[in-house]
């Protein structure tokens, strides 16, 4: 079952993006539909080569990095083009803010952070903190209207609170030995648990709204 979960997790995106793309002749007008196209095309590239690097026994730790920097970029333009324009402010903000940051913390310790530490903890929090929030804002927003991608939302919102907590464990762990590594164990099961979730809410959305290419 572990395996399955874990070949689950590297390619679960792949179905997924092949999905969407083939209603994306019908929604190429709808831009958050389009970014979210970008966002699972992304992070399925990511996946795929990071997955056959390890099943070969080749150094991906870089991926985990790229991973994180891919889905906040592309996520971030999704929620620009869902949230008002208010709120759209806060964005550009935040980009800017995180950017800047991302960039000191490479600038602070240089290529060795991407060649020996599969997760960093700041660069997590820069990375899914923003997303959580803008998502947050989403669903906030659908109280008073109905809005698009509310699954997807749901999904990311759920997922991405078990995962921050997650990540910022096992580096704590990571940094203790192998003392822990029962506990890892439990904690990336559930976190492929977790992310199984999130695929079937993206899945479920698209089936709902897009499956018979609707034109919003």
Known sequence: MDNILRLVGVFGFLPLAVVYLFTYSKNAHNRPYVFFCLYLCSITVINTVSGLMAMNRINNLIFSHVYFVIEFITLIFF??????????NKIDITVIVVFIALL????FHGLDMYNLKPFDPLEILLCSLPILVFSAMHLYNSISAPLKFIYVTIGLVVYKIVS????MVLNFANTN????RDFLDLLWTLNRYFLVVYFGLIFFEWYRNYMRMKVD
């Open 79 to 88: 929620f620009r083009e869902l949230l008002n324009k208010k709120q759209r």
């Open 164 to 167: 921050i907590l997650l990540f």
């Open 177 to 180: 030995g192998n003392n822990y």
């Open 104 to 107: 000191s913390l490479f600038g």
